[in-house]
């Protein structure tokens, strides 16, 4: 009984926030924006020789996203901060690792969606011929998006509440991210290219053993972060 | 639930001062014995010499960061402060050791590889290990709240030491996937001992910084406290 009242929470939760970025489309919106230019940034810096751009397109890509996500993370908790509605939040019944998962669900659903967009225009930008392993590809994108999404709305949880949470964010953050867009990045890669090497199983499977263990470490640390 | 409400006792120096004098001069002592009984590297001739302060640096780093974990994982446990502040301290003096490495390692890899940076497999770690350092330490700066430094700084500094395997083992299948590894190199005899008493006179040299930054923090911490206190109107 008490599981399915605190899968009950997690809803709610995950649709107040989803809700609140639905009314208000601004953030999602200005956030998709930014990603775009990042990648027409990165379009300026690398290109305009088409191999080149398409070589370079895998990490451009995970980068736009990085840089984008960023900004998504401290909004999800900032919302709450305006007028004290972590407090409340906090004060009602059930344990605290709930809200870190009903924020993680929104947050995937944001950053997923946002990703979508993102890799749309990137494809068309970076002249990315689609490989035949394509839904691999996609496994790799939202496996990567959970590592990302994972770590961002946990150390959001921190940096969106101190001084300077705009610098403080990306310097804890990024560093952490290296596992993640390393295998991400060179999953992509290969998996553009055919996969050749056989070498984009192993970065899978270090995905999903990064993914599992924050995801774990995470749930456990969430009380000592959120409560202070 | 842990809190951090009582007051934190200001440790004496003691006898500190005079290990730490001890610790430098058997520095020196194990510097000039290394120095004195290696031979020239067939390969790279007096340039092994770097070895004896690059190699312990690198090692003392690892235990200043196990230092972090432990006692972060123990102030989480028992809400002690005292406990945040030496894990605060051996972050510290770890991202100092950190960054000796990585500057002596360049040093080394200028006239030894000719060029300052390769991005192998352990200059890439253990760079990315400094960053997730110093995100820690500025979390400490940008946080007044010592229950929320405390608590904060730990799981940052949990996560962080979680997270040094994996990077290690991305960063070289990034490497070895595509260009080959190099090879570890067996050590003559010769050199072991000098790289050995190095190691031991950097161990005490690490426990000596920490103490003395432990007291400083302790230090810091309780002059917070009394001026809170007579804020408060308590006492004067």
Known sequence: ?228 | MTAVEQSVEVPKAGRWPLFGIFAFAFLICTQVFAFMTSPPDANMGQLEKIMYVHVPAAWIMFVCFLIVLVYSLRFLWKGREDDDLLAASAAEVGATFNGLTLVLGMIWGKPAWGVWWAWDARLTSTLVLFLVFVGYLSLRAFVEDPQRRGQWSAAVGILGALNVPIVWMSVTWWRTLHQMASTAQTMAKVYQLGLWTNVAAFLLIMVYFIRRRYEAACFTRAAEQAAQAVALGGQD
């Open chain 1, 1 to 228: 009984m008490a599981f399915r009242d605190d899968v009950r929470r997690v809803r709610a939760i995950a649709w107040k926030d989803l809700t609140t970025e639905r009314r208000s489309k601004a953030g999602f919106n200005s956030v998709v924006a930014l990603g775009v230019t990042i990648l027409v940034l990165f379009g300026f810096a690398l290109g305009p020789d088409a191999q080149a751009l398409r070589d370079a397109a895998a990490g451009a890509l995970w980068l736009s996203a990085l840089f984008a996500g960023v900004l998504a993370f401290n909004r999800s908790y900032q919302v709450e901060l305006e007028s004290g509605a972590l407090d409340q939040l906090l004060q009602y019944p059930g344990p605290r690792w709930v809200i870190y998962v009903g924020k993680l669900v929104a947050n995937s659903l944001f950053v997923g969606l946002m990703m979508v967009i993102v890799v749309a225009v990137g494809i068309a930008l970076f002249q990315v011929r689609i490989p035949a392993a394509w839904p691999e590809l996609i496994g790799v994108t939202a496996l990567g998006a959970v590592g990302l999404v994972v770590l961002g709305t946990f150390y959001a949880a921190m940096a969106s509440r101190s001084r300077a949470r705009e610098v403080l964010l990306p310097l804890l953050l990024f560093p952490m991210l290296v596992p993640v867009l390393l295998a991400a990045m060179s999953a992509s890669k290969a998996l553009l290219v055919g996969d050749m090497m056989h070498e984009a199983g192993a970065w899978i499977q270090m995905l999903v053993a990064y993914d599992v263990i924050f995801l774990v470490a995470t749930l456990l640390a969430f009380e000592y972060v959120i409560e202070v």
